[in-house]
């Protein structure tokens, strides 16, 4: 199977910035997209953004330019760089693995994963 592990969360000032990561392990062959998802107290989760294994980029509108995501293939991690972030901001970000292709043992296996869940807080 494929484990994901996010890091880089934590409380920051508004205007401030910071750097998540997520790291997928495993007997991983592929990764076919990878993304960050984010729910607010008492809000649906939602798309943050999404980086394919060639590079393609979607984001939510109302982020493009704060938000960068990346991508190491080699290392099968994401990152996602967060700037200027303001109080609406804050929310459980979640790393999400699509159509991840992993080894089982006996054969390969294709499903998607989620992430535990990183805490961003945006506050003075």
């Known amino acids: 199977q494929v484990q994901l592990v996010e890091s880089g969360g934590g409380l920051v000032q508004p205007g401030g910035s910071l750097t998540l990561s997520c790291a997928a392990s495993?007997?991983?062959?592929?990764?076919?997209?990878m993304g960050w998802y984010r729910q607010a107290p008492g809000k649906q989760r939602e798309l943050v953004a999404c980086i394919t294994s060639g590079g393609s980029t979607n984001y939510t509108d109302s982020l493009k330019g704060r938000f960068a995501i990346s991508r190491n293939n080699a290392k099968n991690t994401v990152y996602l760089q967060m700037n200027s972030l303001q109080p609406e901001d804050t929310a459980v970000y979640y790393c999400?693995?699509?159509?991840?292709?992993?080894?089982?043992?006996?054969?390969?296996?294709?499903?998607?994963?989620w992430g535990q869940g990183t805490q961003v807080t945006v506050s003075s």
């Open positions: 999400h693995a699509e159509g991840a292709t992993y080894y089982t043992g006996a054969s390969y296996g294709t499903n998607n994963f």
């Open positions: 495993g007997t991983i062959f592929s990764i076919n997209a």
